[in-house]
């Protein structure tokens, strides 16, 4: 089996380049989902959370802007909470390979990938990446969001340029859907005929 890492800056289209993977028929391991469902409504980790950031839980699970307003600023608190939450979604993956053993091809779709080291084995990176301008205006366009929030978050990224830099493929969504949908298809083939490394 060979893994493809998949990730890249807010706003770049990781999402919808999942599901592109997904139509093609690669299973996809989402760890944003699996963090969601350990901090959800009865999830796995609400007790650990409640007892290291009192007060940020409750019966809907892990009241996210709360915890973030605690944590997001805060480098010891977010590396307390990331001692919580990792263990628990590499967990997760393990149970995801094992549910897919017989696949030839798995993407882990990784927000953090090379933030938070997570390329260790992976058979490729595979960075999805637009024009900034492009990022800018998906971005903005979302409810909730401002300039101010989405520069805050940008800063806590990796730039888009080392990302790409690192990456072992790259997928451009600053094009057409239909585009990015070919070239999601023929990264699967090369994989899947064993050119990709
Ligand atoms: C802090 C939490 C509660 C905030 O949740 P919320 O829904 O409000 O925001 P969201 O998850 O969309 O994150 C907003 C931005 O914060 C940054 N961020 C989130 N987690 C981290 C982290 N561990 N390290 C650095 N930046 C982070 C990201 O750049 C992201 O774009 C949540 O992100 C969380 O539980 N993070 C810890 C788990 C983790 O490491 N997740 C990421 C990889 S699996
Ligand atoms: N060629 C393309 N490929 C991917 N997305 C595209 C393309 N053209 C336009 N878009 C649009 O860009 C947006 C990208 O959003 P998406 O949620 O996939 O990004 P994301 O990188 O997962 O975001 P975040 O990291 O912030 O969750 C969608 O609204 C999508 O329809």
């Not at 490729?124 to 401002?146: F, N």
Request: charged share 25%; net charge negative; glycine share 10%.
């Amino acid at each position: 089996m060979k893994i493809l890492g998949l990730t890249g800056s807010i706003g770049m289209g990781k999402s919808t380049v999942a599901a592109m993977f997904e139509e093609a028929g690669v299973p996809v391991f989402d760890a944003d989902a699996a963090v969601h469902r350990l901090q959800g409504p009865g999830g796995a980790l609400v007790g650990a959370i409640e007892a290291a950031f009192p007060g940020t839980t409750g019966p809907e699970g892990v009241d996210r802007a709360r915890l973030g307003a605690q944590v997001l600023g805060d480098a010891a608190a977010l590396a307390r909470l990331e001692a919580i939450v990792h263990p628990a979604v590499a967990e997760m993956r393990q149970r995801f390979l094992a549910d897919h053993e017989d696949a030839p091809l798995v993407v882990f779709d990784i927000p953090l990938l090379f933030e938070k080291g997570g390329a260790a084995g992976l058979d490729a990176v595979v960075v999805v990446s637009a024009p900034p301008e492009v990022q800018r205006a998906r971005v903005l366009a979302r409810p909730g969001m401002t300039a101010e929030k989405f520069e805050r978050i940008l800063a806590l990224q990796m730039p888009d340029a080392e990302k790409r830099a690192r990456a072992d493929s790259i997928i451009d969504t600053g094009v057409p859907h239909e585009d990015t949908r070919a070239q999601v298809r023929q990264l699967v083939s090369c994989f899947l005929d064993g050119k990709g490394r």
